[in-house]
């Protein structure tokens, strides 16, 4: 968090033309890093999650008017990015020409071969069990065990209920659990 | 919950994966640039005339006149089937027992038949 970064201040600058875009600035310099590696997380790639993340901060520039202050500044930029995401991977999915029956096989091999995943050995096998999740479910888990993130934001982020999003960590965390055991 | 400590102690919660040198220290600029103008928020005040206010309404009522046309004509259009026939009747009414005699011997039908025709025309 950059020292000068005030978000009530942020706010009632954005409301005016003339300290709008110097207001947005600001925003992308506190979120920039933390909404970047939520988007990683899901999309795995560099270039791909810096795509992403420009298009987040792009349509979140086009509707900044729109923003009420109902809900956080971060939260709505999360539902953004997290969007962003889900259209990015069901799009992949859908001209994807690997098996039907192994989708994640693809971004695995992807991942082994990338020059930005340092990760050992066991890190690499929670990436695996990770991919094999469906992608809420995956989103979830990520927010949780990464980002620590408290269920209530979450689910302002996601729009599902509270008790559905322990639920949906619960099984998440099972199935790591059982694919761990029978990898390693 | 035990299954995520089992899960934290095998894989641990580090970031595994990295970016390019500097990459976060030029990304505000990148997108900064890329950002779609804005365009200047203005308020036309809009000049209201007696026609925009009256056309509704008057699209309306032609409407509603034409419908009414339409029904007035479907209906003399069958009210004028019926009177054609008038004349038709009338010519029925003109043929004399004599003619029909006539047709009777011509067609060679016994009364029988005849009386079966009948019926089954009425």
Redesign the interface.
Known sequence: MTPSYNEKEVLALLQQ?ST??DA??RI??QY??QL??QI??MV?S?EDA?DL??NT??KA??NIDYFRAESKLSTWLYRIALNECLTFLNKQRASSFVSIDEPEADAITKLEGDS?????E??????KALVALPEKQRMVFNLK??QEMKYEEMSDVLGTSVGALKASY?HA??K??VF?KDS? | MKEEDEILRKCGNGNPFTVPEGYFDHFRENVMQQLPEKEARTFKKQHITVWSRVKPWFYMTAVFAGMLMGVHFMLNLSSSDQSSTAPMRAEKEMITDQEVETMMDHSMMDDYSLYECLTEAE
């Open positions: 033309e709008q875009k947005f600035s992308v310099a920039s890093e970047y590696w990683r997380r795995l560099h810096n993340l420009q901060f792009i520039w086009t930005y995943f340092s990760g050992d066991a890190q690499l096998l929670l990436q065990y990464y619960h965390v099972k790591i659990e761990l390693l």
